[in-house]
């Protein structure tokens, strides 16, 4: 079984930055496809980024793009998102995501096998 687990979430001021990280246990792939979702009090889960197994491609939502970064580190078994210019509208609760046989990445919730717990993230206007 793989388990993810999410941490840096916390309190910020709009404008400020904040970094996640997921590290990944258990059964894993070395390098599977992996995501960052989040989700709104009221509000569907929503697709934030998302990259291949190699770290070499990676999407983004139309509404973070140009302030958020994901990344990997496979030796560390860690995916990050680095969130930046942050905005009142980025609170939710963002979740890691990994897919259990594919490298590829994916915008789709349903593609992913195994999902963390969530880590919230609060900015503060």
């Known amino acids: 079984q793989v388990q993810l687990v999410e941490s840096g979430g916390g309190l910020v001021q709009a404008g400020g930055s904040l970094r996640l990280s997921c590290a990944a246990s258990?059964?894993?792939?070395?390098?599977?496809?992996m995501g960052w979702f989040r989700q709104a009090p009221g509000k569907e889960r929503e697709f934030v980024a998302t990259?291949?197994?190699?770290?070499?491609?990676?999407y983004y939502a139309d509404s973070v793009k140009g302030r958020f970064t994901i990344s990997r580190d496979n030796a560390k078994k860690t995916v990050y998102l680095q969130m930046n210019r942050l905005k009142p509208e980025d609170t939710g609760v963002y979740y890691c995501?990994?897919?259990?046989?594919?490298?590829?990445?994916?915008?789709?919730?349903?593609?992913?096998?195994?999902w963390g717990q969530g880590t919230q993230v609060t900015v503060s206007s």
């Open positions: 258990g059964r894993t792939f070395s390098s599977s496809g």
């Open positions: 995501a990994a897919r259990g046989r594919t490298f590829a990445p994916s915008m789709d919730v349903r593609d992913y096998d195994y």
């Open positions: 990259i291949s197994g190699s770290g070499r491609n990676t």
